[in-house]
């Protein structure tokens, strides 16, 4: 089974779904994604904004004790970008990375 360096430059879930292992392995992404409990909330919180700042969310997540530091967050959030769940752009107005849900990442309405 190939593992996640086979598929590090895809960028759409058109490339993954070229084949069964690229379907296989974003399916298994999409999975850890959605059932860790930090990702979860942090998945709600996004979707109740519909669109945050980084340096809100992280401010949010730090004060409900839900992550401790940036590292723990880009980690989580680079895991949800990479899984389609949640999408980033930088605004170029405040020159700020901002999140908004993607449909896949709505799945949270229904896991509530």
Do not use: W
Request: charged share 30%; hydrophobic share 35%; aromatic share 10%.
């Amino acid at each position: 089974m190939p593992d996640e360096f086979d598929f590090k430059n895809y960028k759409t879930m058109e490339e993954f779904s070229k084949s069964l292992e690229g379907t296989k392995y974003l399916h298994d992404l999409y999975l850890r994604a959605v059932n860790n409990p930090i990702r979860r909330e942090i998945l709600n919180i996004v979707n109740d904004l519909k669109q945050v700042s980084k340096s809100t969310l992280l401010q949010i997540l730090i004060e409900r004790n839900i992550l401790e530091d940036e590292h723990m967050f880009n980690y989580n959030m680079d895991f949800l970008i990479k899984a389609f769940c949640i999408k980033s752009e930088n605004n170029e107005k405040t020159d700020e990375i901002v999140y908004e849900i993607t449909q896949g990442g709505k799945v949270v309405d229904y896991l509530k």
